[in-house]
């Protein structure tokens, strides 16, 4: 089959390696352009490039795959099929069409749950331990059409999205392939795949900086999974606000564990209020039990454990985190 890769970010890798590695003719890689970073060079991070380059491909950066110069020159490759990952941009109904089957789309969730460019940040932010990788044939709506093949693997509540974006990546190798397959031996005109139930969709919209504020009145849980869901970015931070402070310093939280009401002793206080400062431990009050921090990063300077942050630094109860 003549196959076209879509892809910009490292999640979409290990399947574009095991197809240019397979049976398949790779004919070309589309990526998203590289953009002027101010002062600092300009370049940016693009391993898909990388890949494509290193095998000898042909690669294309359009400021958009949907302007009808460029669905024309992908037209003229008459390739079979799209394969998207990770790419950054939504494909129209007219690009689509350029290849004979249209394209597919290998998504980093359980669809229809966390459609959007952030799905694994936001299913670890909200708790599941079940996650996976959709192979979709590719509609004009966002993540939303039939599903060719899926896989699942078990999270546990230690790993962070970091840890568990580049084995989702992994995981998502044999269903690239399997949808292929599926899709050789399609006719082109009947239902193929599992529709969508519209109604258990949910959304996972691209991460912003202020996604990683903490909420105090939020459950200690809830902010441990926050914490592991915004690794490396943006991060999960907090202000320190004390009198013998000329203004709030900013704390990033990079790890921390929750701790219940019920098994600390301590009595409620106000989300964000200290509760236990000493020389190798900080709780601070949460809507729903303690959080005990164990590492962080004050702003301009590194990563420390809690022990070295607090022979420098000594919160007291009266100061709050907001």
Known sequence: MKIILFG???FAVPSFQSLIESSHEVLALVTRPITDAGNRRKTAENPTR???EAHGLVVFDPPSCNDEPFVEKLSAFAADLFVVCDYGQILSRECLAAARLGGINLHGSLLPKYRGA??????????DTQLG??????????????CLAVASMHVTIEQSAADVEPLLAE???????RA?????????????GEIQDQKRATKAPRLTKTDGQIDWSRSAREIVNQIRAFQPWPGTYTHWQAEHLKQPLRLI?????????????????RPGQVAICDKDRLLIQTGDGYLSIKL???AGKRVMPIEEFLRGHRPSIDDRFD
């Open 118 to 127: 952030s799905p694994i940040n936001w299913a670890i932010y909200h708790g």
């Open 253 to 269: 939280v990079h790890s921390a564990t929750a701790i219940e009401t019920s098994e600390s002793g301590l009595p409620n206080l």
């Open 133 to 146: 990788v959709t192979i979709i044939h590719m509609t004009a709506r966002l993540d939303g059409g039939p």
């Open 50 to 52: 990388d890949l494509a």
């Open 8 to 10: 910009t970010g490292p």
């Open 296 to 298: 962080l990063q004050p």
């Open 180 to 192: 292929i397959e599926i899709l050789e031996q399609w006719d082109g005109e009947s239902l193929i």
């Open 171 to 177: 995981l998502g190798i044999a269903p690239v392939h």
